[in-house]
């Protein structure tokens, strides 16, 4: 069992930042990776970014160049820098493993035109 708890969203003006934070519990040495994903407002939930226990960070094209993945093992978070942001990046923003089994409750975003 894995447990997400996301932090850190808000409202924000387009071209300001925001950092999320992720903290996560339970037994993760067999997922490979663990990312964020995002609901926009009447859409479908969307995969945003990764990070595999490699080390590797992979992004979806939309995010890339602006948004940051990381993972900080010794304080069991895992942190998404996101710059630049536009109103589209407005969502709902959750952690969940590369499966999709586990998911956090979310946490707003919102960017002001």
């Known amino acids: 069992q894995v447990q997400f708890v996301e932090s850190g969203g808000g409202l924000v003006q387009t071209g300001g930042s925001l950092t999320l934070s992720c903290t996560v519990s339970?037994?993760?040495?067999?997922?490979?990776?663990i990312g964020w994903y995002r609901q926009p407002p009447g859409k479908q939930r969307e995969y945003v970014a990764l990070?595999?226990?490699?080390?590797?960070?992979t992004y979806t094209d939309s995010v890339k160049g602006r948004f940051t993945i990381s993972r900080d093992y010794s304080k069991s978070t895992m942190t998404l820098r996101m710059n630049n942001l536009r109103p589209e990046d407005t969502a709902v923003y959750y952690c969940?493993?590369?499966?999709?089994?586990?998911w956090g409750q979310g946490t707003q975003v919102t960017i002001s035109s």
């Open positions: 969940a493993d590369y499966r999709r089994k586990y």
């Open positions: 339970g037994s993760t040495s067999n997922i490979a990776a």
């Open positions: 990070i595999w226990s490699t080390g590797n960070t």
